[in-house]
């Protein structure tokens, strides 16, 4: 049986952010609410060149820089997003183009909500699984801008940010469990956003529930799927994570369906989900990439102490859809995470005050039609420089 999971991470970061706590100073909210509430310290805010487009080549040209991988050995690119640029031109053309990515590529953009990047991690496995990838790799990047409106509730659970991940045979970060993985689907409005609108819409406690729900449902269709294979022990769980304290929720629900009780699931809540949770709270929200961010930062924190052992992961896209599913940390990869310098992107970045920030949501309005600008963005980085002939330009 074929060995297949992610093989190699990058990320890539907005070089500024809000501090949680300006932002509670300037909304008149106790900071304890944003910081130990929602468990969120920073929240990364993107400027108009820092677009999904932009973000995503970003991390991707990261992943090929720092794993070593070979850009011709691709043969699949899936984008996962729910903040696309385009109705028709996928993100994933975009990114093809800038990493002068093989001609022999399947190439396309996977929406719902924050499901794409796993729609587009699953259908990779499965497609080196059934024989296709013909030893190709494939590349599955998830990038995403996250905005509510001003003021709102969903303000403090904002973030933008990209995730790539190289998904191959005898990967060297995880090697996941092929066709073991448990699903849920129900069509309900807990958070969506209208073609009309650069800001979600969100039934901010509704949504809590519909995850909460989805969390049983692929729970319980995963542990059918285990068979006998389901009694043994998981080290690490990562959840999807719009703020840090929709894990802790998370994890005290799974743990209700294994029949512990609060005080145990948050004696076990530190070490199985702690180290998870921290690029996340630095960073925010990044929707698609939010799981496989959590995963960043477990391997950044510990991937030596878990090598062989097995990792729960939970994805969730409003609308909703759910996936849960395992892998087990491959041996070596304490060392080539290290190599990886997964958190080096969230180094040196700016503190934005709130003037600032609100000014840069301000500039979003027309961002998307904005002509031409040339600025100098940086050897090596990819920005969203302008709108020609309706053509975006990178
Ligand atoms: N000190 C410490 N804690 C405090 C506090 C203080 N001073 N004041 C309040 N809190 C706590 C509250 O007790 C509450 O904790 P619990 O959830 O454990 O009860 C927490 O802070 C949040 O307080 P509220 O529930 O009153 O907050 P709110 O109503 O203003 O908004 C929210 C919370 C609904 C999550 C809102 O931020 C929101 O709408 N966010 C966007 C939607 C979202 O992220 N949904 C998650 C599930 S859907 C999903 O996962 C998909 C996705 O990515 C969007």
Redesign the pocket.
């Known amino acids: 049986m074929k060995r297949i999971g992610i093989d190699a991470i990058a990320l890539a970061v907005p070089e500024g952010y809000v501090e949680l706590a300006d932002l509670a100073h300037a909304r008149s909210?106790?900071?304890?609410?944003?910081?130990?509430?929602?468990g969120v310290e920073r929240m990364a805010v993107a400027r108009a060149h820092e677009d999904p487009v932009a973000l995503g080549a970003n991390a991707a040209r990261r992943l090929f820089a720092m794993s070593g991988a070979d850009t011709s050995r691709i043969g699949l690119c899936v984008v996962g997003t729910e903040t696309a640029v385009d109705h028709s031109k996928p993100i994933a053309a975009y990114l093809h183009g800038l990493l002068a990515l093989p001609t022999a590529c399947r190439v396309f953009e996977a929406k719902h909500?924050?499901f794409g990047g796993t729609a587009g991690l699953l259908n990779a496995v499965d497609w080196i699984a059934s024989g296709s990838a013909r030893g190709r790799q494939a590349l599955v990047v998830c990038t995403d801008v996250?905005r509510?409106a001003i003021g709102?509730?969903?303000?403090?659970?904002q973030g933008a940010g990209a995730v790539a991940l190289l998904v191959s045979e005898n990967p060297r970060l995880v090697e996941l469990e092929v066709g073991v993985t448990g699903s849920y689907a129900r069509d309900v409005h807990?958070?969506w956003r209208p073609l009309h609108s650069k800001e979600?819409v969100?039934?901010?406690?509704y949504?809590?529930q519909?995850?909460l729900d989805a969390l049983t449902g692929a729970y319980e269709a995963w542990r059918h799927a285990c068979g006998t294979d389901y009694s043994e022990p998981i080290a690490r769980r990562c959840y999807?994570?719009?703020?840090g304290?929709?894990a802790?929720?998370a994890h005290r629900h799974v743990m209700a369906l294994e029949g512990k009780g609060e005080a145990e699931a948050d004696a076990s809540y530190v070490e199985e989900v702690g180290t998870s949770l921290r690029l996340p709270a630095q960073i925010g929200?990044v929707?698609t990439g939010?799981l496989y961010l959590a995963l960043a930062s477990l391997l950044e924190a510990e991937a030596s102490r878990i090598e062989g052992k097995r990792v729960a992961l939970f994805s969730?896209?409003?609308g909703?859809t759910a996936e849960f599913f395992a892998g087990r940390v491959a041996s070596g990869a304490g060392a080539f995470s290290r190599a990886l310098r997964l958190a080096e992107p969230l180094e040196g970045r700016r503190r934005y005050t709130i003037p600032e920030y609100e000014a840069i949501r301000r500039a979003d309005a027309d961002a998307d039609r904005r002509p031409i600008e040339s600025a100098n963005f940086g050897a090596g980085t990819v920005a969203f420089l302008g709108v020609e002939g309706e053509r975006r330009v990178y």
Request: proline letters at 7%.
């Open positions: 909210v106790s900071p304890g609410k944003f910081v130990d509430g929602l909500a924050c996250a509510y709102s509730a969903g303000e403090p659970t807990d958070f979600a969100v039934d901010g406690h949504s809590v519909c995850y999807h994570v719009p703020y304290k929709m802790k929720k929200n929707y939010s969730y896209g409003s909703c």
